[in-house]
């Protein structure tokens, strides 16, 4: 673990959420009402409060991250939204199911270098609880994708 | 007398064939899920939730009971067989059930004694949920917008406090948590705020797909890090039910301890912010000012029935101000609640009176969970170690597929995988950093409940803050949130002065 006691992003979260505070409670300010003389608190009351103790207690955070040691992520954790990432923009050409057995196939068969039978047959017993559960008991209409789309028309 | 006959109409609404078998299918998968190293109640309980759209909102929330009462007793496999707990509960299950499972080479009895404690503890604690949950309602009755104001604040500093090391991140979390709720449509006016003037985000940001991101998601990314961990348990012998049976003299040793746990933690689990981890932790300090046959942490059966009671007791008993108050005791709890207003259904004073049917048969379908979830935890006994063993690296693409499809089953849309996808991944950098994301979910699910009861608290006083502080409860309640922020300044001052003594 690396203790150094730099700006990193344990510094930027206090930073972050001090920032979302602050928007919350302009935007309650300025657009949705704070109090009126006789409706009492407007839709931008409790926000604008919780924005308030949010920004102070962030500020608290912040100061507190400076003594924090910095825990930095390693590249191979992102894989998974990588390969999420990948199912979303693939659902929109090739369609869900598609997409979710090729980042089955080449995550198991190709980065964790199972064998074939493996990859297979992780992959069957996903893809039917998949279609079992989710597309025939709960009946979900999984996006087909542009290019199934343009077959059907 | 009255809640006992309650009881039984709830049975009936629980005896039909869809609910018993939903119950067990929320057994079985709450166990299974529960039992795999790495996933948890709360990341198990959020990414079974889309399995309940299925049915009716009874049958759906009989299965979410099923399924959080059932991880519960799952958690504690790992910690036996593998010294790894399944959920923070099982913490302390692992002192005594790894060293029984390995050093006294006697694990079938060590996830025996873990399954009965669980079962009576849990059994006590819904007997106990029988006749409080009714009077805590009927507490809550007496509660105005200032009362539950003020409980609803302790619920979620007390939380905010209670988890990870740092309570500042844990307000700070709570805070967003609050805010991320309030995005959408005002919840007494209708008018729409904080949409930035995105169609989407008009309805705000949906429950499910929220919970599987932060929750499941974020535990994906998390889990790459221990993929490459061997969880193989060494074991001489195989497992099996016969092999695994308790002698007369051992139900003996079992029972002193469950029982006192069971009711500890049934008090603790009705505490809001409490829950089963603090139920289990006391439950085994109060093992320790009694006398144990083993000494404690070598292996005693005592140990392994105190913790595990008191924790399924306090999963039973954190029922009582869920339904009553509408307050959740833990994430898991939170989730679940979220899961009752998905349904409709608000939880507090009233929910007893205006759905006795729904309340009653909630409770029952405990019951049953409890039975038929010690009956399968004894029969899977010679299966467990092929579930404990499944490997983290093919659980990475598993849980992955599962969060997606979820997500995008909740509305249809891909705009719910995206939430799932970015709240995974914020949820996972904010756990790398040291915050946890279990006061978010529990102050997202309260938001608009402290919200509307605010207002009106306001509305009614005229903009004047005496409110909390005039009538006895809120006050109580008011002191009870100042010495829960105080606390911990205090104790930080306190050590402070101490060292620049010494």
Redesign the interface.
Known sequence: MDTKKSFG??TL??IL?AV??IV?LL?GLT??GF?HEL???L?????TL??I??VI??A??LF?SFR?PA?P??M??????V???G??LG??VFG?LFS?IA??II??RYY?K?SWK?TIT?TLI?VA??VG??MF??Q????KGLILDAFAY | MENLLLLLDGFQVVFTLQNVLVTLLGAVLGLIVGAMPGVGSLAGVALLL??T??FNPTTAIIMLGALYYSNMYGGSFSAILLNIPGDTPAVMTALDGYPMAMKRKRPGQALFTSNISSFVGGLIGMLILTFMGPALADLGLKFGPAEMTALLLVAMTSIGWLVGK?P??G??LT??G??IA?MGM?T??G?P??NFGNMYLLGGIPFTPFVIGSVG?AQ???L??EKNNKVEPHLEEKLTIKGSLLTRHELRRLLPPALRSGFLGTFVGVLPGAGATTGSFLGYALQKSFKSEEELGTGAIEGVAACEAANNAAAAGSFAPLLALGIPGSGTGAVLLGGLMMWGLNPGPLLFSTQPDFCWGLISSLFLANLLTLMIALLIIPFLIKILTVPI??M???I??????GA??TS?S?YG??VM?VS??LG???D????STAPMLLSFVLAPL??SN??KA??IS??SIGIFFEKPISLVLMLILFAIILTPIVRGVVTKIQGSRG
């Open positions: 992003v344990r979260i206090p959420t979302v505070g919350f935007l657009q949705y109090w409706r009492g608190p839709p931008g009351f409790f926000p919780v924005g103790v949010l207690i962030s608290l955070a507190q924090d825990r992520v390693p191979e954790n992102w894989l998974p939204a390969g999420a990432l199912i979303i659902t929109l869900m979710i980042f089955l995550w198991i964790e199972y493996t992780t996903l609880i998949v559960v989710f008991w709960l979900v209409p999984f996006p | 889309p399995l759209y299925r740092n500042t991140k307000v700070v805070l967003v609050i805010l309030t005002d007494l006016t008018s705020r904080y998601f994906v990314l998390k790459v890090s690296k093919l990475i693409p598993a992955t597929v599962i969060c997606i499809v995008y089953s249809n891909m995988v995206l996808f995974g991944v996972f950098v904010l790398r950093n040291g915050y402290l919200e605010m207002r306001f509305i005229r903009g």
